[in-house]
């Protein structure tokens, strides 16, 4: 078995400086990049903080009472997410997912949801606005968060079994919390719900079944994720990846499956139906299956740094040109010429690079970026 080694400094590289070009470029919706891909999906991380140390994404060895987070100055404040977000509208997005760290840990979040509800996309529709949350929160901020003009959530959780729980949560965080949570979020009608779940062969792969009974018939959608080998702290191994076929054929021989289309292009899960009715399951392949061809996300960062693909190295400096007093049509500008530069397609090429690179630098954490 291979060694696990966890750099214990974690790098937040300085972005990209960000031209704006000469010529005004239209915002018609109609933004592709070097691959043909659209601009459809903003992610934006609202914090890199978050109450959990979960050992895939964030953990205690690294992210510990000494960890340096970053001071509030220099986060994106709402007006200036708010004002971006608007730029990548009229390029072409249409939903945006608020996450972090945990997203329901940034004071006032409420009133960025109102702002964000109120733009529309190219087609004056409003933007399908969405925020996925470890759910620890979410039992007392369901109603403002609906209340705000948020659409729907995503909740990740691990396991059923508390003790799995508590210890993939690695704070001792009960999962009766989380369940109260969806409950609420049901009540306060932030459906359609989906239910994340990371996989890891070994320690909590025995909850794939548990969780498919739990919320087979229930209308939330439980998806399944491969565990991925973001950021650079968490010491990942293929061989802890449980391939979403093993996934799907260990719920197929309990409760039998269909598959179904993907609901849209980009889609990031492949969808399954239980055969007699009971609702969908999905799974993310992100390491056994690379969905990069139609990859349509970007990532706006904490601190307002354009990512342009999970696994990049280094962001776009967006802040900078906003504190730097550029205007809106410079902005939008900058945005289309960045996204007109992408050529990212990392799962497509994760077995030719080295690993731990991130394709010759090290990677961002996902806690930084959003996932
Ligand atoms: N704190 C929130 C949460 O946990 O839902 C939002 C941020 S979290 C970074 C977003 C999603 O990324 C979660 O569903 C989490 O399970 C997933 N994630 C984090 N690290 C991952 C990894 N190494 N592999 C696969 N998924 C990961
Ligand atoms: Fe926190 Fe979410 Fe990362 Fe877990 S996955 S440590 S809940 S940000
Ligand atoms: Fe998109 Fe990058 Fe993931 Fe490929 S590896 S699907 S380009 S985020």
């Known amino acids: 078995m291979a060694e696990r080694v966890i750099p214990l400094v974690v790098e937040r590289p300085a972005g990209r400086p960000v031209a704006v070009p000469a010529q005004p470029q239209p915002a018609d919706g109609r933004l592709v990049d070097t691959l043909e891909r659209p601009l459809r999906d903003l992610r934006i991380s609202v914090t890199d903080r978050c109450n959990f140390r979960c050992s895939y994404c964030m953990p205690k060895e690294v992210f510990d009472k000494d960890y340096p987070y970053l001071p509030h100055a220099a986060l994106l404040s709402f007006e200036e997410i708010t004002r971006v977000a608007r730029q990548f509208a009229a390029h072409g997005v249409r939903k945006i997912r608020l996450t972090g760290g945990e997203p329901l840990l940034r004071k006032n979040i409420e009133i960025l949801i109102e702002q964000l509800a109120a733009l529309r996309t190219v087609d004056g529709a409003p933007l399908d606005l969405t925020l996925t949350t470890n759910g620890s929160l979410l039992a007392r901020k369901a109603r403002a968060l609906k209340d705000a003009g948020l659409h729907r959530v995503t909740v990740s959780l691990d396991g059923l079994d508390d003790a799995v729980f508590r210890t993939m949560n690695d704070v001792d965080f009960p999962v009766a919390d989380v369940l109260a949570g969806i409950d609420a979020a049901q009540a306060a009608g932030l459906g359609l719900i989906k239910i994340n779940m990371v996989v890891k062969r070994g320690t909590n792969d025995h909850e794939i079944l548990p969780m498919a009974r739990h919320f087979r018939g229930t209308g939330h959608v439980l998806r399944f994720i491969e565990y991925m ?11 802890e990846v449980l391939p979403s076929v093993e996934v799907i054929a260990r719920i197929h021989a309990q409760l039998p499956l269909v598959p179904l289309e993907p609901a849209a292009p980009g889609e990031t899960a492949q969808r399954w139906a239980y055969a007699d009715g009971g609702g969908e399951v999905g799974v993310i392949s992100s390491v056994t299956q690379a969905f990069c061809g139609d990859c349509n996300r970007a990532r706006l960062s904490t601190e307002g740094q354009l990512y342009l693909c999970l696994f990049a190295s280094q ?17 939008a500008g ?37 996932g």
């Open 229 to 239: 080998d973001v950021g650079a702290t968490n010491g990942w191994r293929m061989d």
């Open 315 to 331: 962001g776009h400096d967006l802040r900078s040109l906003i504190r730097g007093g550029a205007s809106d049509d410079q902005l």
């Open 334 to 370: 900058a945005i289309a010429a960045i996204w007109q530069g992408r050529a990212d397609r990392y799962s497509q090429l994760r077995g030719q690079l080295q690993p731990d690179t991130g394709g010759g630098q090290r990677r961002v954490e996902m806690s930084y970026i959003g």
